[in-house]
Nanobody
């Protein structure tokens, strides 16, 4: 079992930065692939960035060049550094962990970018 707790969301002006954290419990952290997803009101949940157990990363086109996903296996934590934020980045951001056929989700953290 993996439990995920996100933090770091908040209100920021356009052009600003935020760093989201996802703290994970469980002894299998090193084996888990993680992703950050977001869901804006009235829209489907979408993948923003992912990182494999080996550290390979991938990004949505909207996140490339602005967001960076990373993981600290010693701290059982995954991060999403978000720079140059835009109003269209406003959404609830969710941390996802995937191991074998199991999916784990956090409760989400709100990010609001004002223009």
């Amino acid at each position: 079992q993996v439990q995920l707790v996100e933090s770091g969301g908040g209100l920021v002006q356009a052009g600003g930065s935020l760093r989201l954290s996802c703290a994970a419990s469980g002894s299998i952290f090193r084996l888990v692939a993680f992703g950050w997803y977001r869901q804006a009101p009235g829209k489907q949940r979408e993948l923003v960035a992912g990182i494999s157990s080996g550290g390979t990363t991938n990004y949505a086109d909207s996140a490339k060049g602005r967001f960076t996903i990373s993981r600290d296996n010693a701290k059982n934590t995954v991060y999403l550094q978000m720079n140059s934020l835009k109003p269209e980045d406003t959404a609830v951001y969710y941390c996802n962990g995937r191991w074998l056929s199991s999916d784990y989700w956090g409760q989400g953290t709100q990010v609001t970018v004002s223009s």
